[in-house]
């Protein structure tokens, strides 16, 4: 047990107050190279515990044919578990966009029908990654992805099935998806809040949680570690209680702040991802970032210690690490911060 861990361990009658009513979940990339059916997915998460489990990209389902969504739906219950289901871009100027697969606004209309049916309140999707940053910049593709969910706005409202918007890959700060959201309209469009992905827009993830707790409909956790170098800074994600985040109060945060989301486990770890904010050009593609965020990464980076990365041999290696990497964070989120699982 680290020094971390044992510090949390001491906070464990403040977190009772709050974890109870923390619905655990795991979001399938977690485990992404496994291979496995839905139904297989689904007995695993069973076995881990989890009250919900979170289909983030369609390949994890299968088919979005309705018998077979229907089929997956009645299995879940029969686990007792809550199903979320989501997809990639919609934005259809993203360097992530798949046209092969319609219009923005046919693939969402798609999910939508796709979560009704299987017992989903949301449809997760993404505007793209950090390569939407630059020219024509953010704000241009901010704008086109605002006018897909326009489009689809009367089919969500109709279905009751909302719109949660992931930052995703470095594409926005938590501020330039809140202008998303309530630009595209709060009633229908929330927020999937990735802790980890904070860091790779140069933001402290309890900042990021802070500033999209009101929108918050579902969430990808994991932990980061941030160290400086010559250029900057890396971030490498970890296993929850590796990295840098305080997890007791975040948790503490996240119980009092999004109360109806679930705390979703999408562990990604063994590599470094470089932040370089010290060379020339880097900030031409956050023109709009601002200092009191920075700093606080800057502070997160100040405290970090650099970590090695990891190479599966193999793809049967790489299905074990990622089973081993979940399963330990899933330890850390039972044993020492007092989540509840079923």
Request: charge should be negative; glycine fraction near 8%; aromatic fraction near 8%.
């Amino acid at each position: 047990m680290n020094r971390r861990q044992f510090l949390a361990l001491g906070a464990l009658p403040v977190l009772a107050q709050h974890s109870a009513a923390v619905r655990l979940g795991i979001d399938l990339f977690s485990i992404r190279s496994q291979g496995w059916s839905p139904f297989e997915y689904l007995d695993y998460c069973a076995r881990q515990g989890a009250r919900v489990v979170h289909f983030s990209e369609i390949r994890f389902l299968g088919s979005l044919e309705a018998e077979h969504l229907r089929q997956v739906r009645e299995h879940a219950q029969q686990l007792g578990i809550q199903l979320e289901i989501g997809m990639r871009s919609i934005c259809p100027t993203s360097t992530m966009f798949e046209p092969k697969l319609g219009t923005a606004e046919e693939q969402l209309v798609r999910m939508i029908e796709a979560a009704k049916t299987i017992g989903s309140p949301i449809v997760r999707a993404v505007l793209g990654s950090m390569a939407d940053r630059t020219p024509p910049g953010i704000e241009s593709h901010i704008e086109d992805t605002v006018r897909v969910l326009r489009a689809v706005r009367t089919r969500a409202v109709d279905t009751g099935i909302k719109i949660a918007i992931e930052n995703h890959a470095g594409d926005m700060q938590a501020w330039e998806l809140v202008t998303l959201i309530e630009t595209a309209g709060k009633e229908y469009v929330g927020a999937t809040l990735d802790s980890g992905n904070a860091t790779w827009t140069m933001e402290d993830p309890l900042t990021s949680l802070e500033t999209l707790a009101p929108y918050v409909l579902s969430t990808g956790i994991r932990d980061s570690m941030v160290w400086e170098d010559a250029n900057g800074a890396q971030v490498q994600w970890t296993a929850l209680g590796e990295g840098l985040v305080e997890w007791p109060k975040y948790v503490e945060k996240f119980a009092a702040l999004c109360p109806a989301a679930p705390f979703n486990l999408e562990i990604i770890s063994g590599f470094a991802h470089p932040v370089p904010y010290l060379k020339e050009g880097f900030w031409d593609v956050w023109p709009k970032a601002r200092a009191s965020d920075f700093v606080k990464f800057l502070a997160l980076a100040r405290r970090g210690k650099p970590l090695g990365s990891h190479k599966s041999p193999d793809a049967k290696a790489e299905q074990e690490y990622q089973k081993e990497q979940l399963e330990r964070s899933l330890r850390y989120a039972k044993e020492v911060l007092g989540l509840g699982l079923k």
